[in-house]
């Protein structure tokens, strides 16, 4: 959703966003990325950056980051990285996310998983000049900047904000008072929670995984001896049930064409046994579901 909302924000226009095709994994398809730039050239185009992301918000999918940024260099493309909810998951298995630093910009999300209250984003660029000329609005600035990065610093000119407030301070507060070790302990419980949560599902015969667990997201549907063709409609209402009796919370996503639950794991106060409570849930739920048929 984000990335839409930024081209026409640039004035770019949506309709010159190319979305690019995934593989059986959820992670963008090299060769399709490939074809697209070499379509684009053929049609008088000039592509100017390639998006990957870093833990897709539906799977937690990581792109094979390496691989996306060798094509960059290949090609003189920007290589952007959407990391808002799965990079910060490098301070905990960074080698899970190995191809972070290849990015000409990265952004991330540390009211996810970082445990902080909303608003607090983080845009990170490999070299600073590009983003201040970039948010910069005269030549004067960019000649400025040239001569002297810090005499042109002006913290009104990096966003689209003029006023606003010190949304960093939380952040920083939460660093120094727990220490990254703290946040590294919590994350790995949250990806270790996936992981449980995944192996319970796939001992249910009632139950599916719907996608691989590459992060702290599972997702998974109601399958049943004898899945039906309203199956769709059959997770919609589980899922419904399931809030309606208030004792876990999912959330749904779709993948290939298919309704899914969706549990995301980005809480450190979060504890095996809340885990063990989602199965029986979603069981129960389709129980009462489908003795109301």
């Not at 909303?118 to 948010?135: H, I, N, S, Y």
């Not at 015969?205 to 199956?231: I, K, M, Q």
């Not at 876990?248 to 298919?258: E, H, Q």
Request: aromatic share 8%; glycine share 6%; with cysteine.
């Amino acid at each position: 959703m984000s990335i839409p909302k930024a081209m026409a924000l640039l004035g770019l226009g949506r309709e010159q966003l190319r979305l690019i095709p995934t593989d059986e994994r959820f992670r963008m398809s090299l060769a399709h990325l490939r074809e697209a730039i070499a379509s684009d050239r053929a049609a008088g185009r000039v592509p100017l950056a390639v998006v990957a992301t870093s833990g897709t918000v539906n799977t937690g999918s990581i792109d094979p980051l390496p691989e996306v940024a060798a094509l960059c260099r290949e090609h003189g493309l920007w290589m952007h990285i959407d990391g808002a909810y799965g990079a910060l998951a490098a301070l905990a298995v960074p080698e899970r996310l190995a191809g972070l630093n290849a990015a000409d910009s990265l952004s991330l999300d540390p009211h996810k998983w970082l445990y902080q209250p909303l608003d607090c984003g983080v845009l990170l660029f490999k070299d600073e000049r590009a983003a201040r000329v970039a948010f910069s609005y005269t030549g004067d600035y960019a000649r400025s900047l040239a001569e002297d990065p810090l005499e042109a610093f002006a913290f009104f000119e990096e966003s689209f904000e003029l006023s606003r407030r010190f949304r960093a301070l939380k952040l920083w507060l939460s660093l120094r008072y727990h220490g990254l070790e703290a946040f590294r302990r919590a994350i790995r419980a949250d990806l270790h929670h996936a992981q449980l949560l995944a192996q319970q599902v796939a001992a249910s015969p009632r139950l599916e995984l719907s996608a691989p667990v590459a992060l702290s997201a599972v997702c998974f549907r109601y399958a049943g001896a004898d899945p039906t063709p309203d199956s769709d409609r059959l997770n919609t209402a589980i899922l419904t049930r399931v809030i309606e009796r208030g004792r876990v919370y999912l959330s749904n996503a779709t993948l290939g064409g298919r309704f899914v639950l969706r549990a995301c794991f980005v809480n450190h106060r979060t504890t095996e046994a809340d885990v063990a409570q989602i199965v029986p849930e979603v069981l129960a739920a389709a129980d009462e579901v489908l003795a109301a048929r």
